[in-house]
């Protein structure tokens, strides 16, 4: 368990400005980049105790997160 927020900006910080970009102009972008940082926090929150989960929930989230950020990476890298 990390701890480590995994926010968006540390994890491609070479695509910042295309990020900002792509969540103006790109309406699925928007949705993905939102849930990704909804799924992040969730995640913090029951690693750091405050929302505690089990280890079933955790590891459908860490999934959810993986998949979201493979697929902002596909489309950074379009």
Same mark, same amino acid.
């Given at each position: 368990m990390s701890n480590t927020p995994h926010?968006? =900006?540390e994890e491609f910080p070479a695509a910042v400005e295309k990020m900002h970009t792509l969540k103006a102009?790109? #309406?699925?972008?928007?949705?993905l980049?939102?849930?990704y940082h909804?799924?992040?926090? =969730?995640i913090h929150?029951?690693?750091t105790n405050i929302e505690p989960t089990d280890d079933f929930n955790m590891? #459908?989230?860490r999934k959810q997160r993986m998949m979201l950020k493979d697929e902002i990476a596909g489309?950074?890298?379009a």
């Amino acid at each position: 368990m990390s701890n480590t927020p995994h926010e968006l =900006a540390e994890e491609f910080p070479a695509a910042v400005e295309k990020m900002h970009t792509l969540k103006a102009e790109n #309406a699925h972008f928007a949705k993905l980049f939102d849930a990704y940082h909804e799924v992040n926090r =969730a995640i913090h929150r029951a690693e750091t105790n405050i929302e505690p989960t089990d280890d079933f929930n955790m590891a #459908a989230l860490r999934k959810q997160r993986m998949m979201l950020k493979d697929e902002i990476a596909g489309m950074l890298a379009a």
